[in-house]
């Protein structure tokens, strides 16, 4: 059983955290890659889920860049990585891969389905921009 998380989502958190710090100033993808510890041609696969989100604006163009909106700063870092992990908990079971549920259940599936439900109320009472 693991729970990984992919390094977008740390690059996300990272680029959220340089933003809130830096206010309502507007940055360009390049900076944002090397504060992130990405590369630029890396970062939209970063910054498109945070925009479609609402938690960053994107202005195209020589002058543009991104900026944090108001939306981002009371995010949860449940949020965050429910934004950034395709499949956070789509009801497979940790066992076998299969469904899992009440019904249908293996022999970890309430075990499990608690532990699951701690770690997100945890996710949940953190902020995702540190």
Not at 23 to 31: F, I, P, V
Not at 73 to 82: C, I, K, Q, T
Not at 108 to 117: G, L, N, P, Y
């Amino acid at each position: 059983m693991r729970f990984d998380l992919s390094n977008r989502t740390e690059f996300a958190r990272r680029v959220l955290t340089f933003l809130a710090a830096d206010g309502d100033a507007s940055h360009k993808g390049a900076e944002l890659a090397e504060i992130a510890g990405t590369t630029r041609h890396y970062l939209p696969q970063v910054m498109r889920p945070l925009v479609a989100s609402g938690w960053v604006e994107s202005e195209p163009g020589p002058t543009g860049g991104y900026r944090l909106t108001p939306v981002a700063r009371s995010a949860s870092l449940w949020d965050l990585v429910s934004i950034m992990e395709r499949t956070v908990d789509d009801g497979r079971c940790v066992l076998t891969g299969e469904w899992c549920n009440d019904d249908r259940s293996c022999s970890v599936h309430r075990a499990w389905k608690k532990a699951r439900a701690t770690l997100q109320a945890e996710l949940t009472r953190e902020h995702a921009i540190v």
